[in-house]
């Protein structure tokens, strides 16, 4: 079992940023690799991006791309999302999920966390 805990939402104006925190516990995550989703007002939960965490291989949704990062550090079993040039669409909760590389089918999470409000003001 993965254990995660979000953490770094709130409240930010448009242009602002925000960084994101999830902690993982349970497991060595050396062989998992770890994503963020978003789920907006109304609507369904998107793929923002992931992490492998054994090499650190990051991918992102092309709508967050070039203002939004992910990085982990792995002594503290934690991955960030950093949200810089934020706009009011990225209005969500924001919720982060593991998986084994084994997963099959590769876009299937097993472990979420609670999630984290994120709400960015016009």
């Known amino acids: 079992q993965v254990q995660l805990v979000e953490s770094g939402g709130g409240l930010v104006q448009a242009g602002g940023s925000l960084r994101l925190s999830c902690a993982a516990s349970?497991?060595?995550?050396?062989?998992?690799?770890m994503g963020w989703f978003r789920q907006p007002p109304g609507k369904e939960r998107e793929f923002v991006g992931d992490?492998?965490?054994?090499?650190?291989?990051?991918q992102l949704a092309d709508s967050v791309k070039g203002r939004f990062t992910i990085s982990r550090d792995s002594a503290k079993n934690t991955m960030y999302l950093q949200m810089n040039a934020l706009k009011p669409e990225d209005t969500a909760v924001y919720f982060c999920?593991?998986?084994?590389?084994?997963?099959?089918?590769?876009?299937?999470?097993?472990?979420w966390g609670q999630g984290t409000q994120v709400t960015v003001s016009s």
């Open positions: 999920a593991a998986r084994h590389i084994s997963t099959w089918p590769p876009d299937r999470y097993d472990y």
């Open positions: 992490i492998s965490w054994r090499i650190g291989m990051t």
């Open positions: 349970g497991r060595t995550l050396s062989d998992y690799v």
